[in-house]
């Protein structure tokens, strides 16, 4: 027995899990794009405010003559402006880059040159804040600037270059200036994560409610096998809903041909039953006769003998008579036999069939006559079917009436097509019997009274089942003592 998967397993759970991790990537991105843009927006800034700070400061006093650097000058201003500001550090330039002057402490400056490009580019106006040029505290660091070009005679002979802000300094600055708007984006991302995946969570859960709904139906099915419900509604029209639609229709089918095969079954053993019950009496007579025969065989007259073969053949007969008869209802009954319809004319058949019964009626001294007033009667029917209808009803007749009686075939045109009619002159049947005579294995009191007779009680089945599947009735009006009538019609072919 498979049991429902487990929770993480579940198509929802699926779906919502990877909507979370889709989620949690989304939000991750978002974080380090705010991140980034807040810390260039900042230096943006920074860059902006202080872009006439080394204007200013190399407008004080000239720190570059034609005599060379003036020291004290460069000191005493680096110093009032790294006191005003300690993240600010002023250096003077030769217009290749070289450091000329700084007044910070001995060894903490590690670069001998400046790439001058960067500066020369923000001076020019074309680039954009914010610009980075190398940071001379570290061998591969970068800072925000301000820069101002020093002339002497005209002529642009290096640069005062003030440091804004080391990256250290910047990313600490940054991110204790971020972090307030850090933490409410991230509220904000994590809230609305939290809202989309449990909306996202609910809306799947919906969605693929009908899709747990079947695959529990079809679990119990194959648990349980028949008898569970149908969906009642057939939903929207959906993929899954025509999924469900045909697993009932598959299962509805498969209960169907559960019930046949039962049915089926059913008849079968019914039959195998009552066949063997049928045979055997024959089978234990006809053995008794021939036992006896066997053990007297000294002491039994000739006559007694012959006596005694014939009974033993009677019942072979009537064994070879049943077999077929079982046979042929057996078919009938388990719907293998097809009307093969043809054109034929009914009047030739019904001679040929009473040709084969004169001398029988001639044994009986009945009259056998075939009524066709030279018509030929064209008829549209299964014509081996006909022919064991006719034969039956005519080897009854023959049976049932005494000697000196007739038998009498009609074949006339009525409304329904050709109507035939199996008339005799026989004893007729109890009107307590005529509504059985059609029943499997019935035989009445006509026939038990001559037990010599063989019989099963199947021609009268047999003659309806046909008559069925011709979609004709067969009617019998009876009077004890004076006959018995079968007629039933058969549509007559009118283009023969
Ligand atoms: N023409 C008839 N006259 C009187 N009784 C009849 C006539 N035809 C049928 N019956 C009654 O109906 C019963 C059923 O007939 P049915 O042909 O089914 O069986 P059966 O003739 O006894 O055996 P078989 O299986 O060999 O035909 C007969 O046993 C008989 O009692
Ligand atoms: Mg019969």
Redesign the pocket.
């Known amino acids: 027995m498979k049991r429902p998967a487990p929770w993480p397993r579940r198509l929802y759970a699926q779906l919502t899990l990877a909507l979370l991790g889709l989620f949690l990537l989304v939000a991750l991105a978002f974080v380090g794009l705010m991140h980034w843009s807040s810390s260039r927006y900042s230096a943006e800034v920074t860059q902006r405010l202080n872009s006439s700070l080394a204007t200013y400061i190399a407008g004080r006093e000239p720190l570059l003559t034609e005599d060379g650097v003036n020291h004290e000058a460069m000191s005493e201003l680096a110093h009032l402006v790294m006191t005003i500001n300690p993240g600010v550090e002023v250096y003077l330039l030769d217009s290749e880059g070289r450091i000329l002057d700084h007044a910070l402490p001995e060894g903490s400056v590690v670069r001998q040159r400046v790439d001058p490009a960067p500066i020369r580019a923000l001076l020019s106006g074309k680039a954009h804040p914010p610009v980075m040029a190398d940071d001379p505290h570290s061998p591969q660091g970068r800072q925000i600037f301000s820069a101002a070009a020093i002339k002497v005679g005209g002529r642009t002979r290096g640069y005062l270059y003030v440091g804004l802000a080391s990256e250290e300094y910047q990313t600490v600055a940054d991110s204790l200036r971020g972090s307030h708007i850090l933490r409410l984006t991230l509220a904000g991302v994590a809230g609305i994560a939290v809202f989309g995946v449990a909306s996202a969570a609910l809306i799947f859960g919906v969605m693929t409610r009908p899709l747990t709904r079947l695959s529990e139906r079809m679990a119990r099915f194959q648990r349980e096998g028949l008898g569970i419900e149908a969906e009642t509604t057939h939903g929207d029209g959906s993929e899954v809903a025509v999924i469900a639609h045909t697993f009932d229709a598959m299962r509805a089918r498969i209960d169907e041909q559960l019930e046949r095969l039962k049915e089926t079954d059913r008849v079968r053993r019914e039959l195998i039953s009552s066949i063997s019950h049928d045979l055997r009496t024959p089978l234990a007579s006809m053995k008794g006769y021939l036992e006896t025969l066997l053990l007297k065989e000294d002491t039994l007259s000739p006559e007694q003998r012959r006596q005694y073969q014939e009974i033993a053949h009677r019942h072979c007969d009537r064994l070879t008579?049943?077999v077929d008869?079982l046979f042929e209802l057996t078919k009938l009954d388990a719907g293998r036999v097809t009307v093969h319809w043809e054109s034929f004319s009914l009047a030739e058949l019904l001679q040929d069939v009473t040709q084969g019964f004169m001398l029988e009626a001639e044994r009986r001294g009945i009259e056998l006559r075939a009524v066709t007033a030279d018509g030929r009667y064209p008829v549209c029917a299964d014509i081996a079917l006909i022919d064991r209808v006719l034969r039956?009803?005519i080897?009854?007749?023959l049976?049932?009436?005494p000697a000196g009686g007739h038998v009498e075939v009609t074949l006339s045109h009525g409304e329904r097509g050709v109507e035939i009619a199996?008339a005799?002159s026989?004893?007729?049947?109890p009107d307590t019997?005529l509504p059985?005579?059609?029943?499997r294995y019935?035989?009445?009191?006509?026939?038990?009274d001559k037990p010599e007779?063989?019989?099963?009680?199947?021609?009268?089945?047999?003659?309806k089942r046909i008559l069925d599947l011709h979609g004709s009735r067969i009617a019998?009006t009876?009077t004890p003592g004076s006959?018995?009538r079968?007629s039933f019609p058969l549509p007559s072919d009118r283009a023969a």
């Open positions: 008579r049943l008869e039956n009803l080897d009854n007749a049976r049932h009436t199996v005799d026989g004893k007729g049947v019997e059985h005579i059609f029943d019935f035989r009445g009191s006509a026939a038990s007779e063989p019989g099963a009680g199947l021609g009268l089945a047999i003659v019998v009876s006959g018995t079968f």
